[in-house]
Protein backbone atom coordinates (compact mmCIF):
# COMPACT_ATOMS: atom_id res chain seq x y z
CA UNK A 1 0.00 0.00 0.00
CA UNK A 2 1.40 2.96 -0.93
CA UNK A 3 2.26 5.83 0.85
CA UNK A 4 0.86 9.41 0.62
CA UNK A 5 2.89 12.60 1.29
CA UNK A 6 1.00 15.71 1.11
CA UNK A 7 2.39 19.34 0.43
CA UNK A 8 0.73 22.04 2.23
CA UNK A 9 1.19 25.91 2.92
CA UNK A 10 -0.09 29.15 1.93
CA UNK A 11 -0.43 30.13 -1.96
CA UNK A 12 2.29 31.15 -3.69
CA UNK A 13 5.02 29.25 -1.57
CA UNK A 14 6.58 27.17 -4.45
CA UNK A 15 4.08 24.04 -3.18
CA UNK A 16 3.54 23.47 -7.46
CA UNK A 17 7.15 23.99 -7.86
CA UNK A 18 8.58 21.36 -5.81
CA UNK A 19 5.42 19.02 -6.31
CA UNK A 20 6.10 19.26 -10.25
CA UNK A 21 9.96 18.51 -9.95
CA UNK A 22 8.88 15.42 -7.48
CA UNK A 23 6.75 13.88 -10.32
CA UNK A 24 7.99 14.66 -13.19
CA UNK A 25 11.58 13.19 -12.74
CA UNK A 26 9.87 10.00 -12.19
CA UNK A 27 7.61 10.73 -15.31
CA UNK A 28 10.41 11.19 -17.70
CA UNK A 29 11.44 7.69 -16.05
CA UNK A 30 8.20 5.83 -17.11
CA UNK A 31 7.76 6.95 -20.42
CA UNK A 32 5.13 9.72 -20.62
CA UNK A 33 1.78 8.67 -21.02
CA UNK A 34 -0.35 10.81 -23.01
CA UNK A 35 -2.45 12.68 -20.70
CA UNK A 36 -0.49 12.50 -17.86
CA UNK A 37 -0.75 16.36 -16.75
CA UNK A 38 -4.56 16.64 -16.31
CA UNK A 39 -5.02 15.84 -12.40
CA UNK A 40 -2.27 17.99 -11.76
CA UNK A 41 -1.81 17.84 -7.94
CA UNK A 42 -1.45 14.17 -7.73
CA UNK A 43 1.40 12.24 -8.73
CA UNK A 44 3.68 9.08 -7.88
CA UNK A 45 7.17 9.52 -6.76
CA UNK A 46 9.91 7.24 -5.74
CA UNK A 47 13.50 8.12 -4.46
CA UNK A 48 16.05 5.19 -3.46
CA UNK A 49 13.36 2.44 -4.79
CA UNK A 50 10.42 4.17 -2.06
CA UNK A 51 7.92 4.81 -4.29
CA UNK A 52 4.95 6.92 -2.67
CA UNK A 53 2.03 9.57 -4.01
CA UNK A 54 2.14 13.50 -3.83
CA UNK A 55 -0.60 15.62 -3.21
CA UNK A 56 0.11 19.06 -3.68
CA UNK A 57 -3.00 20.48 -1.27
CA UNK A 58 -2.99 23.94 -3.17
CA UNK A 59 -4.54 23.23 -6.11
CA UNK A 60 -8.09 22.48 -4.43
CA UNK A 61 -7.75 26.42 -3.55
CA UNK A 62 -11.14 27.82 -5.48
CA UNK A 63 -10.74 31.27 -5.80
CA UNK A 64 -7.59 33.58 -5.75
CA UNK A 65 -4.69 33.94 -3.98
CA UNK A 66 -6.24 36.19 -1.26
CA UNK A 67 -8.19 32.98 -0.38
CA UNK A 68 -8.81 32.99 3.30
CA UNK A 69 -7.00 31.36 5.71
CA UNK A 70 -9.83 29.26 6.57
CA UNK A 71 -9.25 27.44 3.01
CA UNK A 72 -5.64 27.20 4.51
CA UNK A 73 -6.54 25.30 7.32
CA UNK A 74 -8.86 23.18 5.83
CA UNK A 75 -6.62 21.83 3.56
CA UNK A 76 -3.96 21.16 6.44
CA UNK A 77 -6.89 19.12 8.21
CA UNK A 78 -7.33 16.95 5.25
CA UNK A 79 -3.81 16.34 4.90
CA UNK A 80 -3.56 15.94 8.59
CA UNK A 81 -6.41 13.34 7.99
CA UNK A 82 -5.00 11.50 5.26
CA UNK A 83 -1.41 11.51 4.23
CA UNK A 84 1.63 9.62 6.11
CA UNK A 85 3.93 12.93 6.08
CA UNK A 86 3.47 16.46 5.46
CA UNK A 87 5.81 18.45 4.04
CA UNK A 88 4.95 22.00 5.51
CA UNK A 89 6.13 24.93 2.57
CA UNK A 90 7.49 28.44 3.50
CA UNK A 91 9.01 31.40 1.92
CA UNK A 92 12.56 32.63 3.16
CA UNK A 93 11.93 35.72 1.12
CA UNK A 94 8.47 36.67 3.06
CA UNK A 95 10.07 35.45 6.01
CA UNK A 96 7.46 34.11 8.74
CA UNK A 97 3.70 35.54 8.16
CA UNK A 98 0.10 34.79 10.39
CA UNK A 99 -0.53 32.48 8.27
CA UNK A 100 2.64 30.32 8.64
CA UNK A 101 1.84 30.62 12.52
CA UNK A 102 -1.92 29.25 12.13
CA UNK A 103 -0.66 26.30 10.32
CA UNK A 104 2.05 25.26 12.46
CA UNK A 105 -0.42 25.54 15.31
CA UNK A 106 -2.89 22.44 13.59
CA UNK A 107 0.90 20.48 12.79
CA UNK A 108 2.39 20.85 16.26
CA UNK A 109 -0.25 18.46 17.52
CA UNK A 110 0.05 15.70 14.71
CA UNK A 111 1.66 12.68 15.51
CA UNK A 112 2.68 11.91 11.60
CA UNK A 113 5.93 13.31 10.67
CA UNK A 114 6.10 16.74 9.74
CA UNK A 115 8.80 18.27 7.91
CA UNK A 116 9.61 22.55 7.53
CA UNK A 117 10.57 23.03 4.47
CA UNK A 118 11.97 26.69 3.92
CA UNK A 119 11.67 27.23 0.12
CA UNK A 120 13.51 30.07 -2.05
CA UNK A 121 17.43 29.93 0.05
CA UNK A 122 19.83 30.41 -2.68
CA UNK A 123 22.30 32.07 -1.17
CA UNK A 124 24.42 32.24 2.36
CA UNK A 125 22.24 35.13 3.09
CA UNK A 126 19.06 33.60 2.65
CA UNK A 127 20.39 30.49 4.62
CA UNK A 128 20.88 33.07 7.78
CA UNK A 129 17.25 34.37 7.25
CA UNK A 130 16.03 31.39 7.34
CA UNK A 131 16.91 30.76 10.88
CA UNK A 132 13.37 32.51 12.00
CA UNK A 133 11.34 29.73 11.17
CA UNK A 134 12.44 28.14 14.30
CA UNK A 135 10.11 30.06 15.92
CA UNK A 136 7.04 28.19 14.18
CA UNK A 137 8.15 25.40 17.14
CA UNK A 138 8.39 22.24 14.47
CA UNK A 139 11.57 21.86 15.45
CA UNK A 140 14.74 21.42 12.62
CA UNK A 141 13.77 22.57 9.06
CA UNK A 142 14.89 21.63 5.64
CA UNK A 143 16.25 24.38 3.14
CA UNK A 144 15.51 24.41 -0.61
CA UNK A 145 15.06 25.97 -3.66
CA UNK A 146 12.55 24.25 -5.03
CA UNK A 147 13.39 26.18 -8.78
CA UNK A 148 16.70 24.62 -9.28
CA UNK A 149 16.00 21.74 -7.14
CA UNK A 150 19.11 22.20 -4.17
CA UNK A 151 18.57 20.63 -1.01
CA UNK A 152 15.86 18.37 -2.44
CA UNK A 153 18.10 15.53 -2.16
CA UNK A 154 18.48 16.20 1.68
CA UNK A 155 14.91 16.04 2.44
CA UNK A 156 13.91 13.41 0.53
CA UNK A 157 16.40 11.05 2.37
CA UNK A 158 15.10 12.46 5.48
CA UNK A 159 11.48 11.99 3.98
CA UNK A 160 11.77 8.21 3.33
CA UNK A 161 13.67 7.56 6.25
CA UNK A 162 10.34 8.70 8.10
CA UNK A 163 7.64 6.85 6.22
CA UNK A 164 5.87 4.00 8.12
CA UNK A 165 6.58 0.82 6.77
CA UNK A 166 4.14 -0.18 3.70
CA UNK A 167 0.70 -2.10 5.22
CA UNK A 168 0.46 -5.48 4.07
CA UNK A 169 -3.15 -7.14 3.27
CA UNK A 170 -3.92 -10.57 4.61
CA UNK A 171 -5.82 -12.26 1.51
CA UNK A 172 -3.22 -10.48 -0.81
CA UNK A 173 -3.56 -13.03 -3.38
CA UNK A 174 -7.85 -12.42 -3.75
CA UNK A 175 -8.17 -9.81 -6.39
CA UNK A 176 -9.66 -6.43 -4.95
CA UNK A 177 -12.32 -4.70 -6.57
CA UNK A 178 -12.66 -1.11 -5.42
CA UNK A 179 -15.61 0.74 -5.77
CA UNK A 180 -14.97 4.38 -6.51
CA UNK A 181 -17.12 7.58 -7.89
CA UNK A 182 -17.82 11.12 -6.52
CA UNK A 183 -19.54 11.71 -3.34
CA UNK A 184 -23.33 10.63 -3.38
CA UNK A 185 -22.93 8.51 -6.96
CA UNK A 186 -24.47 5.49 -4.96
CA UNK A 187 -21.25 3.83 -4.43
CA UNK A 188 -22.36 2.32 -0.70
CA UNK A 189 -25.99 1.69 -2.85
CA UNK A 190 -24.48 -0.32 -5.01
CA UNK A 191 -22.28 -2.26 -2.44
CA UNK A 192 -25.72 -2.73 -0.20
CA UNK A 193 -27.50 -4.31 -3.08
CA UNK A 194 -24.86 -6.62 -3.68
CA UNK A 195 -23.78 -8.02 -0.12
CA UNK A 196 -27.63 -7.68 0.47
CA UNK A 197 -27.55 -6.27 3.72
CA UNK A 198 -27.18 -3.04 5.16
CA UNK A 199 -24.21 -3.06 6.71
CA UNK A 200 -23.63 0.67 6.11
CA UNK A 201 -26.60 3.09 6.62
CA UNK A 202 -27.44 4.81 3.53
CA UNK A 203 -28.36 8.15 3.87
CA UNK A 204 -29.16 11.01 1.22
CA UNK A 205 -26.56 13.30 3.23
CA UNK A 206 -22.86 13.18 0.93
CA UNK A 207 -20.46 11.52 2.56
CA UNK A 208 -22.00 9.73 5.08
CA UNK A 209 -20.07 6.26 5.37
CA UNK A 210 -17.11 6.22 7.06
CA UNK A 211 -13.76 4.39 6.07
CA UNK A 212 -12.71 2.64 3.05
CA UNK A 213 -14.09 -1.10 4.12
CA UNK A 214 -13.20 -4.22 3.14
CA UNK A 215 -15.76 -6.81 2.36
CA UNK A 216 -14.95 -10.31 1.17
CA UNK A 217 -17.51 -11.58 -1.55
CA UNK A 218 -17.86 -14.85 -3.05
CA UNK A 219 -20.36 -14.52 -6.41
CA UNK A 220 -20.34 -16.61 -9.65
CA UNK A 221 -17.66 -18.79 -7.49
CA UNK A 222 -15.66 -16.24 -7.88
CA UNK A 223 -14.15 -14.81 -4.48
CA UNK A 224 -12.59 -11.00 -4.07
CA UNK A 225 -12.32 -8.41 -1.70
CA UNK A 226 -14.74 -5.66 -2.24
CA UNK A 227 -13.19 -1.86 -0.91
CA UNK A 228 -15.69 0.66 -0.26
CA UNK A 229 -13.99 4.35 -0.51
CA UNK A 230 -17.38 6.47 0.48
CA UNK A 231 -15.36 6.26 3.37
CA UNK A 232 -14.89 9.94 4.19
CA UNK A 233 -14.88 11.03 7.72
CA UNK A 234 -17.60 13.15 9.59
CA UNK A 235 -16.93 16.75 9.34
CA UNK A 236 -18.57 19.62 10.69
CA UNK A 237 -17.37 21.09 7.21
CA UNK A 238 -17.80 18.31 4.93
CA UNK A 239 -19.43 19.80 2.20
CA UNK A 240 -16.68 21.94 1.03
CA UNK A 241 -13.84 19.45 1.63
CA UNK A 242 -15.61 16.74 -0.13
CA UNK A 243 -14.67 16.91 -3.57
CA UNK A 244 -10.93 17.01 -2.16
CA UNK A 245 -11.69 14.38 0.42
CA UNK A 246 -13.01 12.21 -2.53
CA UNK A 247 -10.28 12.57 -4.36
CA UNK A 248 -7.74 11.44 -1.79
CA UNK A 249 -9.79 8.63 -0.52
CA UNK A 250 -10.00 7.38 -3.88
CA UNK A 251 -5.99 7.82 -4.23
CA UNK A 252 -5.90 5.03 -1.78
CA UNK A 253 -8.44 2.61 -3.16
CA UNK A 254 -7.26 3.11 -6.60
CA UNK A 255 -3.43 2.17 -5.24
CA UNK A 256 -4.59 -0.28 -3.52
CA UNK A 257 -7.11 -2.04 -6.30
CA UNK A 258 -6.93 -4.41 -8.97
CA UNK A 259 -10.37 -3.02 -10.73
CA UNK A 260 -11.90 0.07 -10.13
CA UNK A 261 -15.68 0.09 -10.64
CA UNK A 262 -16.36 3.96 -11.13
CA UNK A 263 -20.10 4.96 -10.05
CA UNK A 264 -21.24 7.38 -12.30
CA UNK A 265 -24.36 9.50 -11.27
CA UNK A 266 -26.75 9.51 -14.42
CA UNK A 267 -28.38 12.45 -13.14
CA UNK A 268 -25.11 14.32 -13.19
CA UNK A 269 -23.36 12.92 -15.97
CA UNK A 270 -19.51 12.32 -16.77
CA UNK A 271 -18.49 15.52 -15.31
CA UNK A 272 -14.46 16.64 -14.39
CA UNK A 273 -14.62 15.29 -11.25
CA UNK A 274 -15.27 11.53 -12.04
CA UNK A 275 -12.54 12.07 -15.49
CA UNK A 276 -10.04 13.07 -12.76
CA UNK A 277 -10.77 9.61 -10.97
CA UNK A 278 -11.05 7.73 -14.01
CA UNK A 279 -7.50 9.30 -15.26
CA UNK A 280 -5.80 8.28 -11.53
CA UNK A 281 -7.07 4.79 -12.13
CA UNK A 282 -5.74 4.64 -16.14
CA UNK A 283 -2.81 6.38 -14.63
CA UNK A 284 -2.28 3.56 -12.20
CA UNK A 285 -3.01 0.77 -14.84
CA UNK A 286 -5.84 -0.69 -12.98
CA UNK A 287 -8.94 -2.82 -14.57
CA UNK A 288 -11.60 -0.02 -14.96
CA UNK A 289 -15.43 -0.73 -15.59
CA UNK A 290 -17.70 2.28 -15.39
CA UNK A 291 -20.96 1.77 -13.94
CA UNK A 292 -23.81 4.25 -14.63
CA UNK A 293 -26.18 4.38 -11.34
CA UNK A 294 -29.72 5.71 -11.18
CA UNK A 295 -30.27 5.01 -15.08
CA UNK A 296 -33.85 4.07 -13.88
CA UNK A 297 -34.45 8.23 -13.02
CA UNK A 298 -33.08 9.90 -15.94
CA UNK A 299 -35.60 10.79 -18.64
CA UNK A 300 -35.30 8.16 -21.88
CA UNK A 301 -36.52 10.56 -24.69
CA UNK A 302 -33.78 13.33 -23.83
CA UNK A 303 -30.46 10.68 -22.56
CA UNK A 304 -30.46 7.09 -24.74
CA UNK A 305 -27.52 4.78 -23.81
CA UNK A 306 -25.85 5.23 -27.22
CA UNK A 307 -25.87 9.01 -26.71
CA UNK A 308 -24.10 8.78 -23.27
CA UNK A 309 -21.46 6.32 -24.09
CA UNK A 310 -20.89 8.26 -27.14
CA UNK A 311 -20.39 11.16 -24.92
CA UNK A 312 -17.92 8.95 -22.70
CA UNK A 313 -15.56 7.40 -24.77
CA UNK A 314 -15.53 11.07 -26.21
CA UNK A 315 -14.08 12.24 -23.37
CA UNK A 316 -11.74 9.22 -22.22
CA UNK A 317 -9.71 9.09 -25.42
CA UNK A 318 -7.74 7.69 -26.37
CA UNK A 319 -8.51 4.81 -23.53
CA UNK A 320 -11.97 4.08 -25.00
CA UNK A 321 -11.86 0.15 -24.18
CA UNK A 322 -13.34 0.28 -21.29
CA UNK A 323 -16.94 -1.58 -20.23
CA UNK A 324 -20.03 1.24 -19.45
CA UNK A 325 -22.93 -0.56 -18.00
CA UNK A 326 -26.33 1.29 -17.09
CA UNK A 327 -27.18 0.14 -13.47
CA UNK A 328 -29.95 1.00 -11.10
CA UNK A 329 -28.35 -0.10 -7.45
CA UNK A 330 -31.61 0.77 -5.77
CA UNK A 331 -33.91 -1.51 -7.88
CA UNK A 332 -30.49 -3.86 -8.64
CA UNK A 333 -31.00 -3.96 -12.07
CA UNK A 334 -27.75 -5.31 -13.56
CA UNK A 335 -25.65 -4.74 -10.68
CA UNK A 336 -24.30 -8.64 -11.09
CA UNK A 337 -23.92 -8.16 -14.65
CA UNK A 338 -21.66 -5.21 -13.04
CA UNK A 339 -19.50 -7.63 -11.14
CA UNK A 340 -19.61 -10.45 -13.62
CA UNK A 341 -17.69 -7.45 -16.02
CA UNK A 342 -15.62 -6.86 -13.17
CA UNK A 343 -14.20 -10.22 -13.49
CA UNK A 344 -13.80 -10.20 -16.74
CA UNK A 345 -11.64 -7.19 -16.74
CA UNK A 346 -9.64 -8.54 -13.85
CA UNK A 347 -8.71 -11.85 -16.26
CA UNK A 348 -7.98 -9.44 -18.84
CA UNK A 349 -5.39 -7.94 -16.76
CA UNK A 350 -3.97 -10.75 -15.42
CA UNK A 351 -3.99 -12.16 -19.09
CA UNK A 352 -0.30 -13.75 -20.12
CA UNK A 353 0.39 -14.01 -23.73
CA UNK A 354 3.12 -16.02 -25.18
CA UNK A 355 5.92 -14.78 -27.11
CA UNK A 356 5.99 -17.14 -30.08
CA UNK A 357 1.87 -16.23 -30.14
CA UNK A 358 2.77 -12.89 -29.90
CA UNK A 359 5.19 -13.11 -33.01
CA UNK A 360 2.77 -15.37 -34.85
CA UNK A 361 -0.16 -12.88 -34.82
CA UNK A 362 1.45 -8.72 -35.14
CA UNK A 363 5.04 -9.35 -36.78
CA UNK A 364 2.83 -9.71 -39.92
CA UNK A 365 0.28 -6.62 -39.24
CA UNK A 366 3.89 -4.93 -38.95
CA UNK A 367 5.46 -6.01 -41.98
CA UNK A 368 2.17 -4.77 -43.74
CA UNK A 369 1.90 -1.78 -41.84
CA UNK A 370 5.03 -0.50 -40.64
CA UNK A 371 6.45 2.53 -38.06
CA UNK A 372 6.15 5.83 -41.09
CA UNK A 373 9.92 6.55 -41.80
CA UNK A 374 11.79 9.42 -40.13
CA UNK A 375 14.72 11.80 -42.31
CA UNK A 376 15.00 8.95 -44.49
CA UNK A 377 15.13 6.02 -41.97
CA UNK A 378 13.22 2.90 -41.54
CA UNK A 379 12.08 1.32 -38.54
CA UNK A 380 12.40 -1.97 -38.50
CA UNK A 381 10.41 -3.92 -35.33
CA UNK A 382 12.24 -7.48 -35.20
CA UNK A 383 10.67 -8.99 -32.26
CA UNK A 384 7.78 -8.42 -29.35
CA UNK A 385 7.09 -9.88 -25.92
CA UNK A 386 5.06 -9.29 -23.26
CA UNK A 387 7.04 -7.74 -19.77
CA UNK A 388 6.45 -9.57 -16.90
CA UNK A 389 4.49 -7.13 -14.59
CA UNK A 390 1.30 -7.47 -12.72
CA UNK A 391 -0.95 -5.27 -16.13
CA UNK A 392 -0.12 -5.94 -19.33
CA UNK A 393 3.17 -4.21 -21.00
CA UNK A 394 4.63 -4.79 -24.04
CA UNK A 395 8.07 -4.25 -25.26
CA UNK A 396 8.31 -4.08 -29.34
CA UNK A 397 12.42 -4.17 -30.28
CA UNK A 398 13.55 -2.23 -32.99
CA UNK A 399 16.19 -0.49 -34.50
CA UNK A 400 15.38 3.17 -33.74
CA UNK A 401 12.82 2.90 -30.41
CA UNK A 402 13.04 6.83 -30.93
CA UNK A 403 11.60 7.22 -33.91
CA UNK A 404 8.07 5.36 -33.18
CA UNK A 405 5.78 8.17 -32.40
CA UNK A 406 2.33 8.03 -30.36
CA UNK A 407 0.43 7.30 -32.94
CA UNK A 408 1.74 4.04 -34.12
CA UNK A 409 2.40 3.08 -30.49
CA UNK A 410 -1.94 3.54 -30.93
CA UNK A 411 -1.87 1.44 -33.70
CA UNK A 412 -0.15 -1.08 -32.20
CA UNK A 413 -2.40 -1.07 -29.35
CA UNK A 414 -5.46 -1.35 -31.05
CA UNK A 415 -4.47 -4.28 -33.09
CA UNK A 416 -3.35 -6.18 -29.57
CA UNK A 417 -6.71 -5.04 -28.44
CA UNK A 418 -8.44 -6.05 -31.61
CA UNK A 419 -6.71 -9.99 -31.31
CA UNK A 420 -6.39 -10.57 -27.63
CA UNK A 421 -9.50 -9.08 -25.44
CA UNK A 422 -8.22 -6.53 -23.28
CA UNK A 423 -11.12 -4.53 -22.54
CA UNK A 424 -10.99 -2.65 -19.57
CA UNK A 425 -7.38 -2.55 -19.05
CA UNK A 426 -4.51 0.12 -19.98
CA UNK A 427 -1.88 -1.33 -21.70
CA UNK A 428 1.70 -0.02 -22.00
CA UNK A 429 3.46 -0.19 -24.88
CA UNK A 430 7.83 0.16 -25.30
CA UNK A 431 9.96 0.48 -28.23
CA UNK A 432 13.34 -1.22 -26.97
CA UNK A 433 16.42 -1.19 -28.76
CA UNK A 434 16.90 -4.61 -29.88
Known amino acids: MGNIVAIVGRPNVGKSTLFNRLVQRREAIVDALSGVTRDRHYGKTDWNGH ?52 VSKLLRKVKKPVFLVVNKVDNSKRAQDAVEFYNLGLGDYHTIASINGSGTGDLLDALVEALPEEMQFEDSELPRFAVVGRPNAGKSSFINSLIGEERYIVTDIAGTTRDAIDTKYNRFGFEFNLVDTAGIRRKAKVKEDLEFYSVMRSVRAIENSDVCLLVVDAQRGFDGQVQNIFWLAQRNNKGIVILINKWDLVEKETQTIKGFQTYIKKHIEPFTDVPIIFISAMTKQRIFKAIETAVGVYKNRSKRIKTSQLNDDLLPIIQRTPPPALKGKYVKIKYVMQLPTPQPQFAFFCNLPQYVKEPYKRFLENKLRSIYDFCGVPINIFMRKK
Open 51 to 102: EFSVIDTGGYVLGSDDVFEAEIDKQVELAIDESDAILFMVDVETGVTGMDED
